[in-house]
Nanobody, 128 residues
């Protein structure tokens, strides 16, 4: 069984920063075998990808909405995924979820359906 625990959300003013964390744990769970991503979902909207990182940490992807402001990273020793969010905007307000996608021989597909494990979510609210 794999568990992902999201934390670090909160209320922040426009232009502020937050760092989200996602702690991964589970018997026989090898963090290095998983590509990881942060998704977000605002009320009334579909879940969307914010950022993703490959299992080895060598490649990252950012949506156009967050590129240049967010940084995704992972710490293998701590089995933890991070999302540093800077220059936050009201439109960043959403529930943020980390997700894990087991690596395979092909390219990392960012679609939610390919992520087997999800955190419980952490709320980020940006006031104007």
């Amino acid at each position: 069984q794999v568990t992902l625990v999201d934390s670090g959300g909160g209320l922040v003013q426009t232009g502020g920063s937050l760092r989200l964390s996602c702690a991964a744990a589970g018997q026989s769970f090898h963090f290095n075998n998983f590509n990881m991503a942060w998704f977000r979902q605002a009320p009334g909207k579909e879940r969307e990808l914010a950022a993703a990182i490959t299992y080895h940490g060598g490649s990252t992807f950012y949506s156009d909405h967050v590129k240049g402001r967010f940084i995704i990273s992972r710490d293998t020793a701590k089995n933890t995924l991070y999302l540093q969010m800077n220059n936050l905007k009201p439109e960043d307000t959403a529930m943020y979820y980390c997700a894990a996608s087991e690596k395979w021989n092909g390219a990392y597909d960012y679609a939610p359906i390919y992520h087997s494990y999800w955190g419980q979510g952490t709320q980020v609210t940006v006031s104007s």
